[in-house]
């Protein structure tokens, strides 16, 4: 069973400048989270998606957004890049029906560096 | 606001030996706990949880301990093997904000020497 894929792995933006990260859930899954990994932060929650709606936001600016598309698909946007939005971007899958126990499924991130 | 921490940044620990990992939180209305391993270049994977409704859950050689009443929770690796080397997060969540809204702690690298 294919795993939770993130593209691009690694990408170089510089500020002011908008990005779309992308992640493919494992088939099946309707649930898609998106974290933020700082090395200060740890992992902060910026929002999941179940079945193409939002259905939870974590506290973070509108300049971060995300959508879910019909197949599960999820992309995160972040437009109006800040230095400090230099992270990894974990993306993360469930089952998301019944009985959701918060057992994710994460993918290996998109790592942006902003300069 | 770090609702869930763990204090300590790094353990080292002999092969064989028991591992400690040791996490705290501050709100009350977490249910569910859960501990997450990661290894360099990968996404974090799932190791164990447990329910607020219960103190001890086992899988192997892995155990974790919730105290609710000093709001701390524990993984116990026994007995340590190095390809236990990792970063352990421990992260809690509550029903009311959702069970995919996981608060992380800010992770404990292990490592197992041989």
């Known amino acids: 069973k294919a795993g939770v894929t993130q593209t691009p792995r690694y990408l170089i933006k510089t500020r002011g400048q908008q990005v779309t990260l992308s992640c493919s859930p494992i088939?099946?899954?309707?649930?898609v989270s998106w974290y933020q990994q700082t090395p200060g932060q740890g992992l902060q929650f910026l929002f999941e998606?179940?079945?193409?709606?939002?259905?939870n936001k974590g506290n973070f600016p509108g300049r971060f957004s995300g959508r879910q598309f019909s197949n599960s698909r999820s992309e995160m946007n972040v437009s109006t890049l800040e230095l400090g939005d230099s992270a990894l971007y974990l993306c993360?899958?469930?089952?998301?029906?019944?009985?959701?126990?918060?057992?994710?499924?994460f993918g290996e991130g998109s790592r942006l560096t902003v300069l | 606001d770090q609702q869930v921490k763990q204090n300590s940044p790094s353990l080292s620990v002999q092969e064989g030996r028991i591992s400690i990992l040791n996490c705290d939180y501050t709100?009350?209305?977490?249910?569910?706990f859960l501990w997450y391993k990661k290894y360099p270049a990968e996404g974090p994977t799932f190791l164990i949880s447990?329910?607020?409704?219960?103190d001890k859950n086992e899988d192997g050689r892995f155990t974790v301990f919730l105290n609710k009443s000093a709001k701390h929770l524990s993984l116990h690796i026994v007995p340590s093997q190095p390809g236990d080397s990792a970063v352990y997060f421990c992260?809690?969540?509550?029903?009311?904000?959702?069970?995919?809204?996981?608060?992380f702690g800010t992770g404990t690298r292990l490592t197992v020497i041989p």
């Open positions: 993360a899958s469930s089952l998301g029906a019944g009985i959701n126990t918060g057992e994710l499924f």
């Open positions: 088939s099946g899954h309707r649930s």
């Open positions: 998606y179940f079945s193409e709606t939002q259905r």
């Open positions: 709100n009350s209305m977490f249910d569910y």
């Open positions: 447990i329910s607020s409704i219960k």
């Open positions: 992260a809690a969540s509550a029903y009311t904000t959702g069970a995919n809204n996981l608060f």
